[in-house]
């Protein structure tokens, strides 16, 4: 499901990328595993990027970074591909000092609360 939201919103297709998303995170909080909630989060940050959502882009990174962290598990550099070019979007968008902030309260939030996703 992330892959297929990822391809969607690198064609620009918020629509279908949110749904793959949505799904994706609706599954990985059934299985509880904050890594799955992390990789949906953070696909859902980039299709809020791709829709002028920045802040809650940010807040969203904020929060998946937290959720690996919470494991142990940082995202691997070989697969930050697509977390990496959602990252530079928001913070050129938003400025490093906004998207600091943003990311900061995003990693107080818990990833598998269904408030994450109000307003997407």
């Not at 959720?67 to 691997?76: C, F, H, N, T």
């Amino acid at each position: 499901m992330a892959e297929l939201g990822f391809i969607a919103e690198q064609r620009g297709d918020a629509r279908t990328a949110r749904a793959h998303h949505l799904a994706g995170y609706a599954a990985a909080r059934e299985t509880a595993d904050p890594r799955a909630c992390a990789l949906a989060l953070e696909g859902l940050a980039g299709t809020c990027a791709l829709t002028g959502h920045h802040a809650h882009a940010a807040r969203l990174l904020g929060v998946a970074t937290a959720a690996r962290d919470s494991v142990g598990r940082p995202l691997p550099r070989a697969e930050s591909g697509d977390v990496d070019r959602i990252s530079a979007a928001v913070r050129e968008a938003l400025g490093e000092e906004l998207y600091t902030k943003e990311l900061a309260t995003g990693r107080t939030l818990e990833a598998r609360d269904p408030g994450l996703l109000e307003n997407l």
